[in-house]
């Protein structure tokens, strides 16, 4: 069946743009997860919904990064006012359950920022 | 906050040969520990994970082995194939937790 599924693959964006990352989770899955993966470094989390519930955001690096999933599938991850910093590989995860259960991860969107 | 650390940093071996990665945590109320595999260009994929109430777990040629009073996990591959080259993730969880916290890889280089 599909896997979770990230678009675009690729962003580049100038210093001070808007960007939109999208995911497709697995279908049915109530956990939906984002992660910011520097190069050369594990994932770090960035936020975590429940079905449309956004239940936590602590990983979240500024009030610049914004994640919605209004509808409990599809989700968006937003980041104002792009900064250098902000240049990683941004991975959407999947889960069946509520906690401790495998998620399933999408290849990720990497974006850099000029 | 978790911390989790994993050695070593890079690994070459020869084929057939086994492989051993460490991992320790600091949050003793982390119960799932789940190791992933991530290969260029792609996301993580889990390999095996491990619960607090189990000490080993075996699949193939893959095995985990948890100590909870040391708060250490490992890793282990045995007769390792070129294909077994990839970076490799420890993780841990809290119980009902929600967030994975990931050790900084361990890259494997596997030499036929």
């Known amino acids: 069946g599909a896997g979770v599924s990230q678009s675009p693959r690729y962003k580049v964006a100038k210093r001070g743009q808007d960007v939109a990352l999208r995911c497709d989770p697995i279908?049915?899955?109530?956990?939906l997860f984002w992660y910011q993966q520097a190069l050369g470094q594990g994932p770090e989390f960035l936020t975590y919904?429940?079905?449309?519930?956004?239940?936590?955001k602590s990983g979240l690096p500024s009030d610049r990064f914004f994640a919605e999933r209004p509808e409990g599938s599809v989700s968006t991850l937003k980041i104002q006012r792009t900064q250098q910093e902000d240049s990683a590989v941004y991975l959407c995860?999947?889960?069946?359950?509520?906690?401790?259960?495998?998620?399933?991860f999408g290849p990720g969107t990497r974006l850099t920022v000029l | 906050g978790e911390n989790v650390e994993q050695h070593p940093s890079t690994l070459s071996v020869q084929e057939g040969d086994s492989a051993v990665i460490k991992c320790t945590y600091s949050?003793?109320?982390?119960?799932?520990f789940p190791w992933y595999k991530q290969e260029l260009g792609k996301g993580p994929q889990l390999i095996i994970d491990?619960?607090?109430?189990?000490g080993e777990k075996k699949d193939q040629r893959i095995a985990v082995t948890l100590n909870k009073t040391a708060k250490h996990f490992s890793l282990h591959i045995t007769e390792t194939q070129p294909e077994d080259s990839a970076v490799y993730f420890c993780?841990?969880?809290?119980?009902?937790?929600?967030?994975?916290?990931f050790g900084a890889g361990t890259i494997l280089r596997v030499k036929s």
């Open positions: 279908s049915g899955h109530v956990s």
């Open positions: 949050d003793s109320a982390s119960n799932y």
């Open positions: 993780a841990s969880e809290r119980e009902y937790g929600n967030k994975l916290v």
């Open positions: 995860a999947s889960s069946v359950g509520l906690a401790n259960n495998e998620q399933f």
């Open positions: 491990i619960r607090s109430n189990v």
């Open positions: 919904f429940q079905n449309e519930a956004q239940l936590d």
